[in-house]
């Protein structure tokens, strides 16, 4: 892990705009067809993938606010709220399953891309204002939830976190650029 004082959050920002310009374009260029056919190694449909990587933006935000939260805690505090949440994997697991097979019902591909430009353009600012204290504070977090989340994340792992997932399951997409 970087340390928050090594953090470039110019290349920070630059993956957020390839993130979104990618996401831009696979919505711009699929068809309907196209986002319903299934994606590899996952039970969800393209465009099922594609609100689950959005969503992984979106949950930055809630992140954002349990760092700073459990930043200024004792870290034994932190500690037994990751092992509570990994203890609750199984149901976290089918959640996060069913989250965008409901969503994709009511958030078509316009909205996914226009709240993936919001929570982007929120996220550089928040990273703008953030001072190098608030970057290196960090929590404990449940390593069995996602592949990327380790033991202990500062801030500024958790600002790089999105464009992580983003990557990982754009290659998972079975659209023409996902191939």
Not at 87 to 105: C, R, S
Not at 157 to 174: A, G, K, V
Request: charged share 25%.
């Amino acid at each position: 892990m970087a340390s928050a004082h090594s953090m470039d959050r110019h290349a920070v920002y630059e993956d957020y705009e390839r993130a979104r310009q990618t996401f831009h374009r696979l919505l711009e260029t699929a068809g309907e067809a196209d986002l319903g056919k299934p994606t590899r190694g996952t039970r969800w449909t393209n465009e099922q993938l594609l609100w689950h990587m959005l969503f992984g933006y979106m949950l930055v935000r809630v992140l954002l606010v349990l760092v700073r939260v459990f930043g200024w805690l004792p870290g034994g505090v932190g500690r037994a709220f990751a092992r509570l949440l990994d203890a609750a994997t199984v149901p976290f697991h089918f959640i996060n399953y069913l989250g965008p097979v409901g969503a994709v019902k009511v958030c078509g591909p316009r909205w996914m891309a226009a709240m993936f430009d919001r929570v982007v353009r929120s996220l550089s600012r928040r990273l703008a204002a953030e001072s190098e204290a608030d970057l290196a504070r960090g929590m404990h977090y449940p390593v069995r939830w996602d592949p990327f989340f380790r033991d202990f994340m500062t801030l500024a792992d958790i600002y790089r976190y999105p464009t992580q997932h983003f990557d990982f399951h754009h290659r998972q997409l079975t659209l023409e650029e996902g191939d």
